[in-house]
C-alpha cells in the first residue's frame, strides 16, 4: 500500500469548472492506456470523484467523524482555494460511503461522472450539507469538486507519458 502523500509522479493540474473534469477523462482516453500512480484503479478514482458529485446534488447518508466535522469549517476557504493534499483517509460509515469498489468498471465510473456533471451543467444544484465542511453554496460546492478531483485525477496519467 502506497502512502500516497508521498508519491512524487503524479501530474499538476487545475480545474476551474466542472465540466473541466469530463474534459481531462476526454484526453486521457484519448492519449490511449491510463496508468495510475496511487492505491486506487482508475476506475474507483473516477467512481469516488462520481459519487460525491452526486451526494452533494442528492444527500449524504453518513456523518464525518465529530473532531474532522469541527475543524472542516476552520480549512474550508483554504481547501476551496488551494490545491488538496493526498494521503487523507476517512474511517467508519463515512469511508463505507465514499470508498469505491475494487470491482469498479472504468466504463460505468466514467459514464456516472458524466451523468453527475451534466446533472450540475443543466441546473441541479449541489445544496446538501457537507458532512466535513458544513454548509457550501453551489459555487462552492463546484470549488471543492474541482480541487478534490486536481487531487485524485494526479494520480492518472496516459501510458504514452508516463
Known sequence: MKKTGKVSDRRTLRFGR??????DIDQLIAAGEIEVTGNWTAAQIVAHVS??????????GFKAPLLIRLAGPLMRSRVLNHPMSAGFKLKGAAAE???????????????????????VERGAKMSHRSPVFGQLEHEEWAQLHCRHAEMH??????GATA
Not at 51 to 60: A, E, K, P, T, V
Not at 101 to 115: E, M, N, Q
Open 97 to 119: 460511503a465514499i470508498v469505491p469498489s475494487p470491482s469498479v468498471t472504468w466504463d460505468g465510473a466514467v459514464a456516472d461522472l458524466r451523468a453527475q456533471v451534466e446533472r
Open 153 to 158: 485525477f494526479s494520480f492518472m496519467k496516459s
Open 51 to 60: 459519487g460525491l458529485i452526486r451526494m452533494s446534488i442528492d444527500g449524504f
Open 18 to 23: 466542472m465540466t473541466d473534469l469530463t474534459a
